[in-house]
């Protein structure tokens, strides 16, 4: 599990490096409209949420001591599931709302710097990940 994480993590790294925002704004006047419409927005989201592993193992790990086993487990886990989405579309919808504030104060020549930033710090984690998974550290 530590090593699908470390290349999840290499992969967001990489892709954060190769990102340049700062210099496609320069070039392209419509590239804001691009990157941030509102279907690329829900699509890089989703595909996020979809991949990311730490998600997928939430729920098997934590739910179980909240079903009985003495009732109909299909249902139970069905209405947790519904309370976890619910809860999941709220805290999203607020970080999307926080996101959009961020978005017009971090726009302009100095998010290359902050992509470039995300990315070495994710590929930090990743490269410790690694060598724990690998027993070096």
């Not at 709302?97 to 020549?109: D, E, F, I, N």
Request: glycine residues 6%.
């Amino acid at each position: 599990v530590r090593m699908v994480g470390a290349i999840y993590l290499f992969v967001l790294a990489v892709g954060a490096l190769r990102t340049s925002t700062g210099l496609q704004h320069a070039i392209d006047q419509d590239f804001h409209e691009k990157v941030h419409s509102t279907k690329a927005l829900m699509f890089r989201c989703f595909m996020v949420a979809v991949t990311n592993p730490g998600a997928w193992l939430f729920f098997p790990a934590v739910l179980p001591p909240f079903v009985d086993t003495d009732e109909p487990i299909a249902v139970q886990y069905a209405v947790l599931a519904v309370i976890i989405a619910a809860a999941d579309v709220f805290v999203l919808m607020l970080y999307a709302m926080l996101g959009a504030r961020a978005a017009k104060l971090l726009t302009g020549p100095n998010a290359l710097w902050i992509d470039r930033l995300y990315g070495m710090a994710l590929l930090g984690f990743s490269s410790v990940l690694l060598l724990q998974s690998l027993g070096q550290l």
